[in-house]
Antibody
Framework: QLQLQESGPGLVKPSETLSLTCTVSGGSISSSNYYWGWIRQPPGKGLEYIGS???????WYNPSFKSRVTISIDTSKNQFSLNLRSVTAADTAVYYC???????????WGHGTTVTVSS | EIVLTQSPATLSLSPGERATLSCRASQSIRNSLAWYQQKPGQAPRLLIYDVSNRATGIPARFSGSGSGTDFTLTIISLEPEDFAVYYCQQRSNWPQLTFGGGTKVEIK
């Protein structure tokens, strides 16, 4: 049973960088043909796909975030990470990591972690 | 960018009633559509993939249909645990994924 767990600071100051890690257990993050993604949900709002990293390290980013975001993978630690630069209050959200599968959808999600941007 | 528009924003129904949720794409996405259910404080749960295929463990009262730009999620008889927010999501230009804005199914 694949499990994903987000971790990182719950409070980030405006203009700083939000950094989160997703630790994968119950399976190898370097298994072929899988992307690993980040999704966020501002309070009371819908889901927003931030981007994803392939097991090989290639990435795709939502154009809405492209200039501020970096997603990376560390196969030695079975983790992948999200860095979002120059945050503002609008980046306050629950951040989820998940594994999207091309022909299936996202069946494996972390529980989510709340990040508040405030001074 | 493909935009998904869900309607209605809120659906007020009673247990036992039929729920019909709509998701419209700004351009054809063929059969590349999934549906998720989200309850408060929980991560989304995959219900349907590729328009009409139920994910593992999803009850038969959930069904999906549609093609091209217009899609529907139907819950044939609402159970108390079905009151939640539902999202559609497309993958037609993989690995780009987008979600619809959601439909809240609330108890009338």
């Amino acid at each position: 049973q694949l499990q994903l767990q987000e971790s990182g600071p719950g409070l980030v100051k405006p203009s700083e960088t939000l950094s989160l890690t997703c630790t994968v257990s119950g399976g190898s993050i370097s298994s072929s043909n899988y992307y690993w993604g980040w999704i966020r949900q501002p309070p009371g709002k819908g889901l927003e796909y931030i981007g994803s990293v392939y097991y090989s390290g290639s990435t795709w980013y939502n154009p809405s975030f492209k200039s501020r975001v970096t997603i990376s993978i560390d196969t030695s630690k079975n983790q992948f990470s999200l860095n979002l630069r120059s945050v503002t209050a609008a980046d306050t959200a629950v951040y989820y990591c998940a594994r999207p599968e091309y022909a299936y959808g996202m069946d494996d999600w972390g529980h989510g972690t709340t990040v508040t941007v405030s001074s | 960018e493909i935009v998904l528009t869900q309607s209605p924003a809120t659906l007020s129904l009673s247990p036992g009633e039929r729920a019909t949720l709509s998701c419209r794409a700004s351009q054809s996405i063929r059969n590349s559509l999934a549906w998720y259910q989200q309850k408060p404080g929980q991560a989304p749960r995959l219900l349907i993939y590729d328009v009409s295929n139920r994910a593992t463990g999803i009850p038969a009262r959930f069904s999906g249909s549609g093609s091209g730009t217009d899609f529907t999620l139907t819950i044939i008889s609402l159970e108390p645990e079905d009151f939640a927010v539902y999202y559609c999501q497309q993958r037609s230009n993989w690995p780009q994924l987008t979600f619809g804005g959601g439909t809240k199914v609330e108890i009338k």
